[in-house]
């Protein structure tokens, strides 16, 4: 089988995932990665390193940008030209969006959000969460290419192979810019829930600490901070239910769930959260669940592996300095 991997990147920075399709892609034939934008060397070189056997690259001032209508019409072209069986792409805003607009171009369909792949003959097909992750789907797209991006972190990363080489072709971009980027600034948070190995999440419970007089807010910062702590230790990053940042203790960047993010790390450690099926559609493929909650009735005991009933304030704090001991940081 043919396959194309689709590099998503921001100004050269990879998204994780690409690396990940790139792994995934291998298992069933030859790859070419494609990559589209400008200075393109670091990703191209990285596209190697990861396992691709050629790439394809189109490195042109009128990608500097990322603008769908020109990214898709120039994989589109590229596509046309190269005629993989499949295109697997890593599952971003960005992918959904080429991806949709390259189907139409191409005629061929979308599968997105795929956590496993196999072939039967020269077709892939692919199991994906549906209605909230209630039920896995089993499809395929009969026409071609197909189109196919992958949840971050449901596939291996492939070794890193410094010093692979392969031919790398180059086209230029196709299609007029519709819209003009004016410039960047940075957001809230620079925090990645997507690519976490490990995440430490808080919910309501921490707004309750007797120590802070019913001062939810101070309770929430010092909660928090335990959590980052942790975190910290575990080279993690922080998660958050919806009720803590509605109450505006945590910018919406780390909120988990149906309205937030859906987070496939190693370990998802659960602090304060009831465990309400919007929070838990979010962490339905989490490798390793571990709840803390004062209340043993709590939802959340029903998916995780392992669970503390307890005072999170307390446990917390303890679970940081076992951490540091045991890992010697
Ligand atoms: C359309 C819609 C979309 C939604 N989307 C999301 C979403 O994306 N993400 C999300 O999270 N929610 C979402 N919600 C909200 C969801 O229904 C719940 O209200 C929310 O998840 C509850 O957050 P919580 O678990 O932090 O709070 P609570 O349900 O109040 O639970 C707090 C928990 O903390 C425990 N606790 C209290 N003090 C301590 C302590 N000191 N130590 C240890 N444990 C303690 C309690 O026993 C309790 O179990 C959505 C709701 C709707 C209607």
């Known amino acids: 089988m043919k396959l194309c991997v689709y ?15 790139l792994g995934a892609a291998r298992a069933f034939g030859q790859v070419s990665a494609v990559v589209l934008g400008t200075g393109l060397e670091g990703l191209i070189e990285a ?4 396992g691709a056997d050629e790439v394809l690259a189109a490195d042109d001032p009128a990608l500097a940008d ?10 589109s072209a590229i596509l046309t030209d190269t005629a993989p069986d499949a295109v697997l792409l890593p599952s971003t805003t960005r992918t959904r969006e080429v991806a949709a607009m390259c189907a139409i171009d191409l005629q061929s369909g979308v599968l997105t959000d795929a956590t496993g792949l196999e072939a039967e003959g020269e077709t892939l097909v692919v199991t994906r969460p549906i209605y909230e992750g209630k039920l896995f789907e089993k499809a395929a797209c009969m ?3 197909q189109f196919i991006t992958l949840r971050a972190r449901a596939f291996a990363r492939p070794a890193h192979q ?35 190995g490990v995440i430490v999440s808080g919910g309501r419970g921490v707004t309750n600490h007797p120590a802070f007089g019913g001062d939810e807010a101070a309770a929430a910062r010092e909660g928090f901070q335990l959590l980052g702590e942790l975190a910290g230790v575990l080279g993690g990053a922080v998660g958050a239910s919806r009720a803590v940042v509605d109450a505006g203790y945590i ?21 304060g959260i009831s465990g309400a099926i919007q929070h838990i559609v979010g962490i339905r493929s989490a490798k390793l669940v571990v709840a803390i909650n004062k209340d043993p009735e709590a939802p959340i005991f029903q998916v995780a592996r392992y669970g503390v009933v307890g ?16 890992l010697g940081r």
């Open 7 to 21: 590099i998503d990147h921001f100004q050269g920075d990879a998204v994780s995932a690409s690396w990940e399709a």
């Open 162 to 196: 410094p010093g692979r080489h392969g031919e790398v072709r180059r086209y230029a971009a196709v299609g007029q810019p519709l819209t003009v980027v004016e410039g960047y600034a940075p957001g809230e948070s620079g925090v990645s829930l997507a690519d976490a």
């Open 143 to 145: 026409a071609r290419p």
């Open 47 to 50: 596209a190697f390193a990861f």
């Open 66 to 75: 990322f603008r769908p209508e020109t990214y898709a019409s120039t994989l």
């Open 311 to 326: 005072d999170l304030f307390t446990f917390v704090p303890a679970l940081t300095q076992a951490f540091k001991k045991k």
């Open 251 to 271: 910018p919406y960047a780390h909120q988990v769930g149906q309205t937030g993010k859906v987070v496939s790390p190693d370990l998802y450690i659960a602090a």
